[in-house]
């Protein structure tokens, strides 16, 4: 089938060349031109593991191709609009002006019946408010019906998560016999009996922001347990595991540590408050405040943690902080704990030295004012506290006994919970966790 993707960011790219892959005629639109330019070269512009691969396959058989000219989209009758709907600024709730932008310019270009099926993270109501803006803008003769099929995909599983989604959601308005349509789209993944939920439209926006606030609140809920074991000399890795043996909680998502960022999660919840306050039910979420309150909160507590270990001051201390993306396998730094504790840590005089295996270049230009190492090793050179801030595999690997002839002091703070501290303990280390009373 023949369709475009609006907005190629890193759910659009994703969407766009697992849609070839899995045999449609694919154009990515977007406003970015060097993006765009990037993507039609067969360059992903950020990390995503496969990616590359499946676009320059489908490039090169000629399903998928990239525009900067809605021109381009109008040819197809099926669009997934995919913009970012960042916070807006000064306020919680979510900046739409994007997901506007793309009715504005794409409506007036079509021709004959079309369907958009959105896929960005939209507060509940705004399918049904594009909607309205799409039939004043539609020409004369023209049909334009707006649906939405939220997108669950993880950063670094993009494409499997594309591919074989654990569920698809469709958001329908009432009378509309698009559901074939839809199907048609997603037929390899319906072969494969992956569940296909239809619902009406604000179901369909909820359902995303409900996940992503589910998953924030038990990242928060570990890390509010954590506090306590701190506070009562108990273990939260092993209580985390206790507890996730239960299939009702299960382990997933249980990390105690520096707590979680990115694109979405942070924002979502922000979002999901400020558009339940309008809608009158600001109650029913006042706990988000908290989810995001301890969220957080564990920035505050390494960057205190990494003053204490520096014997009260980090003036002038050489500090290596582990990680600048805001989850391993990804060079997402939006709302990153890693570089915002590198920062932190920067304006109290310490000497920072990042390094992360994919994030350096977009770190650099978040905080230009670090100094970003070219090697793992690199950055550990002289250092008198490590920061183990993202939970790369490199950095699980690090041997301690290596890793001590390098750095000048043997301190180091795993605020991912992710090394054995008996290995480093017995290398010589002191180590430090959040939740555990080492
Ligand atoms: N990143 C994820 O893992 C993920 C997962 C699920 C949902 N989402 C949601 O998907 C949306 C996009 O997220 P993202 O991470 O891909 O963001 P992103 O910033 O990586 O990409 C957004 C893209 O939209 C483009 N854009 C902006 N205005 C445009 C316009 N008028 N026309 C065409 N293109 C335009 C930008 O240039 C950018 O390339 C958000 O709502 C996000 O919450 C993201």
Same mark, same amino acid.
């Given at each position: ?27 990515? %639109? #977007?406003?970015?031109?060097? @993006? ?6 067969? #360059?992903?512009?950020?990390? $995503? ?6 676009? /320059? ?19 197809? @009758? %099926? ?19 994007? %997901? ?52 669950f995909?993880r950063?670094?599983h993009? %494409?499997?998560d594309?591919?074989?989604p654990d569920r698809?959601?469709?958001?329908? &308005? $009432? ?20 569940p296909?939920l239809?619902? #009406? ?6 359902v995303?922001v409900s996940a992503n606030a589910f998953l924030a609140t038990k990242i928060s809920f570990i890390n509010a347990v954590a506090e306590v074991c701190e506070a009562a000399g108990a273990d939260v890795v092993k209580l985390a595991e206790a507890i996730g043996y239960d299939d009702r909680i299960g382990r997933k998502f249980l990390g105690a540590g520096l707590g979680f960022?990115?694109?979405?999660l942070?924002?979502?919840i ?15 979420l006042?706990f988000l &405040?908290e989810v995001d309150?301890v969220n957080? &909160?564990q &920035?505050? /507590?390494?960057?205190?943690?990494? @003053? ?19 989850k391993a ?40 004012? +670090? ?15 490590? +920061?183990?801030?993202?939970e790369?595999?490199?950095?699980r #690997? ?16 795993d605020?991912r919970n992710v090394l054995d501290p ?11 966790a959040l939740g555990r009373s080492l």
């Open positions: 089938m023949r369709m475009s993707v609006i907005g190629t960011g890193y759910l659009g790219a994703t969407h766009a060349a697992c849609m070839a892959e899995l045999g449609h005629e694919v154009v990515g %639109v #977007d406003v970015d031109e060097s @993006k765009i330019a990037a993507l039609q070269s067969g #360059d992903v512009p950020f990390f $995503e593991p496969g990616l590359p691969e499946i676009t /320059r396959r489908n490039l090169d058989n000629g399903r998928l191709r990239f525009s900067t000219d809605y021109a381009d989209a109008a040819e197809a @009758k %099926v669009h997934f609009l995919g913009v970012g709907t960042p916070q807006q600024r000064g306020a919680y709730a979510a900046d739409l002006t994007y %997901v506007r932008a793309v009715i504005k310019d794409l409506v007036p270009r079509l021709t004959g019946d079309n369907l958009i099926l959105g896929k960005s993270t939209v507060p509940v109501g705004t399918a049904a408010e594009l909607q309205v803006l799409a039939d004043e803008l539609a020409p004369e003769g023209t049909t334009v019906e707006i649906a939405w099929n939220p997108e995909l950063e670094s993009g %494409v499997e594309t591919i074989h698809i959601v469709l958001g329908l &308005r $009432e009378g509309s016999t698009q559901e074939p349509l839809v199907r048609e789209i997603y037929a390899s993944q319906l072969a494969e009996d992956i296909f239809v619902t #009406d439209l604000q179901t369909a926006e909820l995303k960022g990115g694109g979405c942070p924002k979502d922000r979002a999901f408050m400020a558009r339940a306050g309008e809608l009158g039910a600001d109650q029913a006042s &405040r309150g957080m &909160r &920035r505050d /507590r390494v960057v205190q943690l990494a @003053k204490q270990l520096s014997g009260g001051s980090l003036l002038g201390k050489r500090v290596t902080v582990l990680g600048a993306a805001f396998n990804s060079d997402d730094v939006r709302d990153s704990p890693a570089l915002n504790v590198a920062g932190q840590l920067s304006l109290a005089g310490a000497a920072v030295s990042v390094y992360d295996p994919e994030a350096m270049a977009n770190a650099a230009k978040v905080f230009p004012t +670090l100094t970003y190492a070219q090697s793992l090793r690199e950055s550990l050179e002289g250092a008198e506290l490590v +920061l183990l801030a993202t790369w595999q490199e950095f #690997d690090m041997d301690p006994q290596e890793i001590a002839q390098v750095v000048d002091q043997r301190i180091i703070i605020a008996a290995a480093w303990a017995a290398e010589g280390w002191q180590i430090k």
